[in-house]
């Protein structure tokens, strides 16, 4: 199965429901939970745990 990773803001955070539902078995879609601030993560970290 294909993977989508949802990087962004509270706009981000608006449409993922959607996408979730459009992309429902066709693919895993990861978010992290929260805001990303991606300012403030370490190069090579991972996000979304």
Partial sequence: MKKVLLLGDSIRMGYEPFVREALE????VTAPEENADLQN???GESICG
Avoid at 25 to 28: I, P, R
């Fill in 25 to 28: 078995g066709k693919a895993e």
């Fill in 41 to 43: 993560i370490p190069y």
